[in-house]
């Protein structure tokens, strides 16, 4: 992951991208390589703001990029991409809404 900010004030170490030395500004982290699957920013009252990705668009980069088959490619993102913690700003991995009425029964309202 890179920092999305050009200043000094964030340091990612060399021997592990997870170890971070924040400074007094907020970050959002960026998952190198997925730049298709950015969706925006997000937050939430009381967090630091972070890139929020599609998790459909960043297991298909990872089909076409890598030749991955679909199995391959989801157990890959969620072992390697979306279980990472990094930090503050670490990224928010999304599964689009496409129907209110399907969500309203899963969440039985």
Known sequence: MTDFRNDDSVAIKEDSPMELDIGD????LKVDGFDDAILGFGGQY?????????RQKCIQVLVDRDGMDYDEALEFFEFNVASLYAGPGTPIFIEPVTDIEELDEMLGT
């Open 46 to 54: 009381g967090s630091f703001d972070c890139l929020v990705y599609d």
């Open 25 to 28: 500004e907020p970050i959002a």
